[in-house]
């Protein structure tokens, strides 16, 4: 086999919009991650949030803004995110 015919494994990577509710610590924000269900038995929409401590080594973020966040490798106990992109 050839190196072109080998196939190579990609893995997707899950990817969340939220907004920042944290900036206190170094290299880490939190972004609160807000998600619509419906209950199984009344039919009622809920919205439920989740909140995430991501990676970011820049100093431009601030608490409401919106961002886009990408899973990664663990980085330490709670970080296992990374911000993408943001929106002010």
Known sequence: MTD?????????????????VSTKMQYTVVVRVDSV???PQYKKRYTTSKRYACDYRGSDLKLGDTVTIEEIRPMSKTKRWRVVSSKA
């Open 4 to 20: 072109s015919e080998t196939t190579k494994k990609t893995t997707l990577k899950r990817q969340f919009q939220g907004v920042v």
């Open 37 to 39: 269900k419906i209950h």
